[in-house]
């Protein structure tokens, strides 16, 4: 009589059930009972599968596996015990399957928080918010890997010096011009510092034979006529802030460091102080008109997202502490060489040369980096002849390149250039005249004409293409006269001398009016889609629309 409890010899790997051999009688208990009964419900509750069913109406007990471990007892009392591990396994591992993590769902989502982004991660439960650019770092990360956490805070250390320096939105160029800007600022505020101590030492300050009111006065006196003169210099050459920024920016900084220099000679000249020290303070008070006049459209020429605003207050941070440290460079100096008198009172001689090479260089080298995308008549002759020659229209950058400073002595006249003016009437011929009065009939908003740039007693004469405007000439009308007499000087190349161009000149100007009639449309959309504002042209005071009704 076998048992599904008790393996026989014959059986190796299984267990039988033999319904028609009734099972051994065990003597169990009554608490034991009712935990079998107990057991056998919750069996017929979670288990499926038996291993046989007969065809008599007695249900067997489900089919239970016996432990391997030869030492359990298989005693009655070790069957409820088999039981009930087996039971409180199956429930453990219901309760591990409920509870196995899910993997986090990254959404496919970036946020942006003062230049750092973060990505939205579900992780079953929450939605957080984790960094993506590998600046966040916790006191574990520093613990387990110094290196790294040292280049995590480098980089969140630059990234804020960022923020606080620059604005957001700026044009590519905009980095390389504040690198040059804190070459310019930091050498001027050294000088500045040299000359305040030089102009002190001169009406005697620290000195015990000095007087305090005669140095105040001249102080005073100094400051006023200054100021007069940077009133009198902004209200003159209004104009040429807009037209030659650049150019006016530069020489007005030339003409602060030779200010610097002689704020220097104050001491050697205390005779001489109220006049060296005017002269100085006009030079700088003009320099500090034509930066203030100008620092606007430079920034204008930044600010590629209308935040004009943004760009004006990180340029008044940038020029503090750049100040500042030349200040601190000035200071050590002076304590460097505190304890040598002769060496301390040489020094502004000596560093003056050298801080003045290296904020010219600076204001230079940041000018060039300013781009900018106002029209003028120099910049309107560079796109068009560019387009002529190559066939594109120049970005603004391009035609910074090419522009430059603009200073005199670095661009030679051209023949045949283009002027904007008037017509002068002592070399004027009938011909000339009929061609202007055509124009004043035809309601043109311009007309072309040859100019003679040399005297008559010359034997070589030079000519050049004149642009007569008349007043309320719009953008358009002006780029297509610009364009009209660069096409004319182009034709004017074939001619040979200057007597055979006056000869055909009205042949010239036909050909000319064709093409710009041609080709106007495509040149005006391919400027706006550079970026160049076409809605205004800055004129200079000479170039201004003359003629009219």
């Not at 288990?47 to 007695?58: E, G, L, M, V, Y």
Request: charged share 20%.
């Amino acid at each position: 009589m076998q048992s599904n409890l008790y393996p026989s010899s014959r059986a190796r790997s299984c267990f039988s059930w033999n319904p028609h051999i009734p099972s051994p009688k065990i003597a169990i208990p009554n608490n034991l009972k009712s935990s079998i009964n107990f057991q056998e419900q919750r069996l017929s509750k979670n288990i499926r599968s038996f291993s046989w069913i007969p065809d008599k109406p007695h249900i067997p007990n489900p089919k239970t596996d016996i432990p391997n471990n030869p030492k359990t007892s298989i005693t009655p009392p070790g069957v409820t015990k088999s039981l009930e591990n087996s039971l409180t396994f199956g429930e453990e591992k219901l309760i591990n399957k409920q509870k196995t993590p899910t993997v986090p769902y990254c959404l496919r989502v970036l946020v942006r928080k003062s230049d750092n982004f973060y990505r939205y991660i579900w992780d079953g439960n929450d939605l957080k918010l984790v960094p993506v650019d590998g600046n966040a770092f916790t006191l574990s990360d520093f613990c387990c890997n110094f290196e790294d956490t040292v280049q995590k805070l480098v980089r969140i250390c630059i990234l804020a010096v960022r923020n606080f320096f620059l604005p957001r939105k700026v044009s590519s160029n905009y980095l390389e011009y504040v690198k040059w800007k804190f070459v310019h600022r930091v050498s001027s505020s050294a000088l500045q510092i040299f000359a305040t101590q030089a102009m002190l030492r001169a009406i005697g300050i620290g000195n015990s034979s000095s007087f305090p009111s005669a140095a105040a006065l001249n102080w005073v006196l100094k400051d006023g006529l200054g100021r007069l003169s940077r009133c009198i210099y902004t209200a003159s050459l209004a104009s040429s802030f807009d037209t030659n920024l650049k150019r006016v920016r530069f020489y007005t900084s030339v003409l602060f460091s030779l200010s610097i220099g002689v704020e220097l000679l104050t001491p050697v000249f205390p005779q001489y102080f109220l006049m060296l020290a005017s002269i100085a303070n006009i030079a700088k008070q003009i320099s500090l008109a034509c930066y203030l006049a100008t620092g606007t459209a430079v920034h204008r020429s930044f600010a590629i997202a209308d935040n004009l605003g943004e760009v004006s207050a990180k340029e008044q941070i940038q020029t503090v502490c750049f100040d500042n440290l030349g200040l601190a460079l000035a200071a050590a100096l002076n304590i460097l060489f505190a304890n040598n008198p002769s060496l301390q009172a040489g020094l502004p001689f000596v560093v003056y040369p050298i801080f003045s090479v290296l904020d010219l260089f600076g204001i230079y080298q940041g000018l060039k980096h300013v781009h900018l995308q106002t029209l003028t008549k120099d910049r309107l002759e560079i796109i068009i002849s560019t387009w002529i020659q190559q066939g594109f229209v120049p970005s603004p950058a391009e035609v910074s390149k090419q522009e430059g400073i603009g200073l005199s002595w670095s661009r030679g006249r051209e023949p045949w250039s283009i002027r904007i003016g008037y017509v002068n009437p002592t070399p004027c011929t009938a011909e000339l005249s009929k061609n202007m009065m055509e124009s004043l009939i035809n309601e043109d908003f311009y007309f072309l004409s040859p100019e003679r740039l040399t005297s008559e007693s010359k034997r070589n004469q030079e000519y050049g293409v004149l642009l007569s405007l008349r007043e309320g000439v719009g953008t358009t009308d002006v780029i297509r006269g610009i364009l009209h007499a660069s096409y004319v000087r182009k034709d004017i190349e074939a001619c040979g001398s200057s007597t055979a161009v006056l000869e055909q000149w009205f042949n010239l100007v036909e050909d000319g009016k064709r093409l710009t009639e041609e080709n106007m449309g495509q040149l005006y959309e391919q400027m706006l889609s550079l970026g160049w504002a076409c809605k205004n042209i800055l004129f200079s005071t000479q170039e201004q629309p003359c003629y009219g009704w």
